[in-house]
């Protein structure tokens, strides 16, 4: 056990699990891997959310209020997932400086802000998308445990 682990060590084969002891060119792939990832990650959020919008549209179609704040809510989740997705793919000018840390000309905007932006878009996006039908189930005509089990369904549907 204790040949094999100080072999591990003289061949340098621990090395390779920490990005900081990798050359730059080494670590390309998997840069460019999590950058695909990201602008994938945001519009199929996006979809998944619009399609519970659609979801409630087909349930509450009579209540002009609702369809129009319905309508909102998918252009606000839309216009934002448009946003971040482009500042994700042209955050540093050369694009390429986004996986590339060899490059030293140009710049890049501070990753962490906009990973906060998408975070507190996201979680004030899917507050409103439980918030909808609140009011709808509170005012029907049924016994409040069944409101509270609708209310439940609506909560893991969203969750």
């Known amino acids: 056990m204790t040949r094999s682990f100080r ?4 061949e340098g084969l ?3 699990f920490f990005p900081w002891q990798h050359k730059s060119h080494a670590c390309v792939p998997s840069a460019k891997t999590i950058l695909a990832a990201a602008v994938i990650y945001v519009p199929a959020l996006a979809f998944a959310k619009v399609g519970l919008v659609i979801l409630y549209h087909r349930i509450i179609n ?3 209020g609702y369809t129009w704040t319905l309508h909102t809510i998918s252009a606000i ?5 448009v946003a971040i997705m482009l500042a994700l793919i042209f955050a540093c000018n050369p ?3 986004n996986w590339d840390s060899s490059i030293t000309r140009g710049s890049c905007i501070d990753r962490g ?3 906060i ?7 004030v996006s899917d507050f409103a998308l ?3 039908p609140v009011p709808l189930v509170l005012g029907l005509q049924m016994p409040r445990i069944q409101k509270f089990g609708l209310l439940c369904m609506f909560l893991v549907g969203c969750g």
């Open 95 to 97: 694009i390429q400086r």
């Open 77 to 81: 989740i839309c216009g934002y997932s």
């Open 117 to 123: 932006a998408t975070a507190v878009t996201n979680i």
């Open 113 to 115: 802000g906009l990973y």
């Open 62 to 64: 009579k209540q002009p």
């Open 130 to 132: 439980i918030l909808v």
């Open 7 to 10: 072999f591990a060590n003289r």
């Open 14 to 16: 621990l090395k390779r």
